[in-house]
């Protein structure tokens, strides 16, 4: 019998420990919240909006708040941008998160985010480290409780006693009786102590006693509480330092990290444990000091934790000092062995046979057991001298040694005590033939004001006659008076030098000079040395100081420069006799310590000190930098801490430079707080200098608002519209918002005039309603209101009857013009023949119709506030309609003319107007509506213009016309002489490049529509350039003369153009003048690495500067010089990716094997192009045939912001190549391959020009089963021919279609599809495919089914779901289930693959018998996904299945392709137009278009009526929000044949 396999694990019991930690995580978090107003339950599921992940990081970081967070977000885009928020400010405090994405956190990844917490715990619990931190908690741990020997963070620590053992160490007498405690009851334990830890050690008890008990406790739990005993100022950590302090005998530390990091306190605790540290010469480094001290712990059998390079590091993190400062605690005091003590004093020099040589031995502490000391002296063969030693009566005991030696060669004196060497000892010499009977220590220097020790020794005692003098610099000399040392074998005598020079000594014995007598003493006056110029420095800067020597002597001059207790490269140069230039370039912002030695001595005590500063580090935060109420305070702060020394300055001015009161005040560390009340609205400018240096992005402009007033009724009745009056005179721009109820009850909102708007709701329930309005996210004075609402007041009486008033006729108008607010048609004297049609001439463009063919009317341009005018020529009633951009009738004047009406009229607001223009006939007259684009060329603004340039130098500057409406930027430079290049950055957005070849003023005009902006023409001066900021003429000179300094040049592509990951360049060119560049290259999201490489050249040096981008957009690149920036920096280049340009689809789907384009001559072929990756350029796209070298025609039109259409048409036949390029770039595949063939539709001389048929109606994407599916087909514009329509099943069988003629031209198509599955639809005009023929048909069974029941196997499954409909990135559901119940046995095999590859899917089995499986995939990128399924190998039915995923729902809207040709997008609350096919009258009747929302038909006074039978309908109605925030407007059109299955519309209405 075979053997059961064993049942797995219940999935409690294995995650048990994932349990424990996200409770463990939830309970850190929460406590590091603890003084905000968040909190949370769901660890996975509430940080996915970011708003509390921003507050958590904010209150590890220690700052208020995350700037640019939104505090509700209303979609998954703005969630992911908080997150993201959240996740970048991490990153900037160096915390490396890996792998975790804002997807990750939205999506609620349990495991990724555990992973996030664990990071932020182990970054602002312990610090940074890079060791690992349970090695540094292990350290310290066993360092201060070693009797409990903990090995890990779990099972030691499940009873309780080493919890005890802890806190009674952070303060003793807590728990002392920890080490007789039971360890039966383990939780009781774990209680006890946690509890006690909260109360009286501030430790916040995030683990259970229960979890912390449990043998299922994971190790990140036990280090997150256990990290509280260790973090920044907590228990442990003061712990440590009382025992620590305890150890010092004089010194006094206060932290773990500064007070560590010059090798003192290390010292002064290895010494106080008893270890021993060599004498430190006043040069020894502090990593040498460090290095000494840790070298004499070791002896002592301490360990280090860190290398004395890493300890002196400032960015050393505080737990693995701490760590290795508490193995010293509990080590007992001890001493060395008596050898470390004994030091040997011996003079070497001039040692001959048979001489008395003489040894010294010093014994540094005490006088212990002297008779354990042995000295040997041994001969070069081995032999021993004999030697004595006697002692003197010292405090530190001193021994004179003696011996004789007897031969010539290398002697070797050996020191033990107690059997063990001391150090340095053997000490070799070597014993030579002797000279003199006397000898002396030469003292080649000595210093003035000190004692100067002069010394002469005997070989045989015989110091008898022995004279020494010396003779000052002055020629002064004097007999020296010797005294006798108490052994008599030496004189000595000590004087003290007054004056610097050579001082000359003469030792004489017997009336002649001994050996090397007379010799020359340096006296110097190290204190003389004088340092000027040591006024601060700049970061990255060369900095230099000048030193005089000239009153202390002759020697050698040192600098020892440091920061951070890191030496820094310098330079000495001697400049004269007695001068020098010490140079150095400054490796951080703060103080650097100079050092100067002169002759090895230091010119003073204290070093000097250069504070070295970096505005560009100081940081800016905070409200009151973005915006500000009037009257009210507001605040923003200032991290100095990492710019290093300086003082801040804030000043602030309102908009008539008048200054704004502030106080400043510091929080801690150079973090300052700035509060200022402003009292007038209007811009202001904040000014923020430090260290006299403006910070980056100063000045700052705030803008300063005041409240709109608001009128709210205190009262309603339920179900009547109620209405808030909103006057915004006097109150600066910025955002309003409404709220009912929350956001529940939906308002509808209407500019009434320049400065005054309504917002009506009506209430639908008894009861009080709240209104709450907030002016730029801050509640306005008196909000929220209350608003009562109760039941009408219900009258009896008849009802009363109000008919419907008949059209009315105007007459003609008399003058003066008669302003008709809703006009009526408008009457024409009669002709004496009915004309067949009229057309309308639209001013000032004169472009007249023909009655033949009509050309298309071009868009007009209209200025706001100005008077225009049209004529209407003809004899029949015309009915004007002049229709605004919020929807309203735009009031007219008509005046009659010999051949019609001229009709006067201006627009008030900026946006898209249109002029309809409708017939007797009740059709609108040919060209109609008119658009007329209102704008106003005063709001257009004209930034980063210099007054001056330079010649053969680019020069830039931007126009945003963002606020002025639509329209075309002109700019001509002196009238269009001088080239120049417009190129379009965003929406709205351009900027302008120009060279000017020659001196003088360029005049610059810029024209928005024909019409200069404000300030134009513009002047910028090409002439002597302005002298640089780091020239500063004298004040007072009277020969003064200005030099001649030539402008500094950038030239070089690398300012204006780059590609993503490829070396960019530019060159720099000073013209001599003195000084460095400096560049900073800042990209959206990075800084780009820069080298400078000066380049030597006969006309002077100038500057290559590379750089490598890596990543796509637009940067700023600051060119400083001697740290200020140049004129015209910054610059703006942008960086693209060409290879990131993509066509849309597989690339293979448009070429043959061969990779060759196919095309048709005289045929039009458009491609898709994908940029959304490719950065800020333009596509351009030119081709040529290759036989006649002819050009294509190349046409290029943006789809939208991130696509672009290119048509193609080519004019012969034969091989073509077609160059596409990406801000001058190529592509991939570029120059693309192309064979054009021969085409029936060409003839000599003539190219047709692509149809311009019109398709639209649902029908072309989708259909129901058993449904009459509708598209429409209008061919009125283009060339005389006639549809085709095919449609075929899987099966590539015909299916029935139905065509209906409803105009000229123009073709209502319908079919119906017996099953649900995909279908291919051929749509042609004149036998050629149109563009995107054939449309891939999706049916649907009505539950979003794509299936297809007929026989076996894969014919057998079905598809359903919202996984394989188009949508929405942001809020797709990429779920889908595949059914195989009715398959029979088989393999189901699914793939999902996306824009950049293949999809990860989750799939499991549902229902009972297990035949339904369930799959889901979330796409992270905009674009095509193919969806394919296949069973046992087969496609099933309507596979693959093509999903299209939109960025936003316009796009969705543009596929789903309703049949609605939409004036501009519709917006919430927002009048709609909408131009709609109606269906054909019957028996003359109107049909009536009515919106419905979701099924619910929407009032009726939101829709109107209109003759059917015309090209289309106009459609107005005000969507509200009334069922969901983004809801579809279904457009039902009833008439009387269309009641059983009427036709429908979808309008998307987007949020504002």
Known sequence: MAEEEPLPSPPLLQDKWVTIQKNTFTNFVNQQLRETEHQIEELYTELSDGVKLCALVAALQGKPGIRGMKPNPKNRHQMIENVTLALQAAKHDKLKIVNIGAEDIVNGNGKLILGLIWSYILRYQLGKTEIPPKQLMLAWINAVIPECNITNFTTNW????????????????????????????????????????????????????????????????????????????????????????????????????????????????????????????????????????????????????????????????????????????????????????????????????????????????????????????????????????????????????????????????????????????????????????????????????????????????????VHMTYTSPSGLSKEIALSRSSSGRSLSHSFVPDVVGEWKVSVLQNGEHASGSPYTMNVIKPQAVKLCNLEGGLIGQPFSFTVDTSEAGKAELQCLITFSGQAVPSTIERTGEDTYHVKFTPSGPGTHLIRPMYGGKDVRAEPYKVEITDSNLVLTDGPGLKQAKINESTTFWVDASQAGPGQLNVHIKDAGGVPVPSTLRELQDKRFEVKYSPAVIGPHSIDVEFDGKRIKHSPFTVNVYKDPKAEVPREGVVNQPLVILLDTANTEKGDLSITINEGRVPVTTKKLSKSSYSAEFIPSDLGQYKVELEFNNSPIQGSPWYVNITAPVVKTGPPVLTPTPPPVVVEPPTPPPVVVEAPPPLPVQPAPAPSTDIYAVVKPKSVRASAAKPDAVPTQYARVGETRSFDIIGKENVTVKIIDVFGSNVPFTSTPTPKGFAVNYKFKYIGDNWIHLIGENGRPLKGSPFLVCAFDPGLVVVSDLQSHGVINTPSHFKVNTLKAGRGEVTVLVDKGATNCEVYSQSKGDYNVTYTSTTNGVRNIDVLFNNLPVPGSPFQTDFGSPPVPATLQRPETSANYITPAISPISVTGSGLHIAEESKRASFLINPFGQAGQPSVRIEGPHSIAKTNIQPIDSAEGRRYEVTYVPVETGIYNTYVMWNGRDIEGSPYHPRVVDSKMVKLDGDWYSHVDEEGILSLQASQNKRLLFDVSRAGPGELKVTGRHLTSGSPLQCTVSEKDVYHYWVDIVASEPGDASIDVEWSGFPIPKSPIRAAVVASARATNGYVARPPQVVLSGFGLESAVVNKVAEFYIDGSQADKGSPGVILTNSRLQNLQTNMVAVGESEYRCSYTVPESGIYMLHVSWSGNDLQGSPFSVTALDGNSTVSSRTSDGPDKITVRGDGVLPGILATYNGTFYVDTEDAGKGDCEVKVQGPKGDVQIVSSLQGDRKRLLQCQYNPTEIGLYVIRIRWSGQDVAGSPIRVHIFDTYEELERFNNTGEISMYMPVEDAPFQSSIFPQPAVNGKKSKSVPHNRGVRMSAAMSRSYTAGAKANQLSFTPHRGYDRKSYYIVKENGPEFISAPAQRSVFIADK
């Open 158 to 465: 499940n009873n309780g006693r080493a919890l005890h053992a802890l806190i009674d160490y952070c303060e003793p007498g807590l728990s002392p009786n920890w080490r007789k405690m039971s360890t039966s009851d383990k939780q009781g334990n774990c209680e006890t102590a946690m509890r006690l830890a909260q109360e009286r050690l501030g430790v916040p008890i995030v683990v259970s006693p229960q979890h912390m008990a449990s043998s299922d406790l994971d190790q990140n739990s036990g280090m997150t509480y256990l990290s509280y005993f260790m973090k920044l100022n907590s228990c442990g950590y003061k712990a440590t330092l009382r025992d620590v302090n305890q150890l010092l005998p004089s010194s006094h530390v206060t932290n773990f990290t500064s007070d560590w990091r010059d090798g003192t306190a290390l010292t002064d605790l290895v010494q106080a444990v008893g270890g021993h540290i060599p004498n430190q010469s006043p040069s020894t480094g502090v990593i040498e000091s460090t290095q000494l001290a840790i070298q004499g712990a070791r002896d002592l059998g301490i360990e280090p934790i860190l290398s004395a390079e890493d300890m002196v590091q400032p960015q050393a993190g505080h737990l693995a000092v701490m760590a290795y400062a508490a193995r010293f605690i509990n080590r007992p005091a001890m001493k060395l062995s008596a050898a470390s003590y004994i030091e040997v004093l011996f003079n070497t020099v001039d040692i001959s046979p048979g001489s008395k040589t003489h040894y010294s031995l010093l014994m540094k502490q005490g006088n212990p057991r002297l008779h354990s000391i042995n000295v040997k002296v041994a001969d070069p063969n081995g032999n021993n001298v004999p030697t004595t030693v006697e002692w003197d009566d010292q405090p530190e005991a001193t021994g004179l040694g003696t011996f004789i030696p007897t031969v010539v060669g290398e002697h070797q004196l050996k020191v033990t005590c107690d059997g063990e060497m001391i150090r340095g000892s053997p000490i070799k010499f070597n014993v030579g033939r002797s000279k003199k009977a006397i000898s002396f220590v030469r003292r080649e220097q000595g210093i003035v004001g000190d004692n100067t020790k002069l010394e002469v020794l005997s070989e045989d005692g015989n110091v008898a006659d």
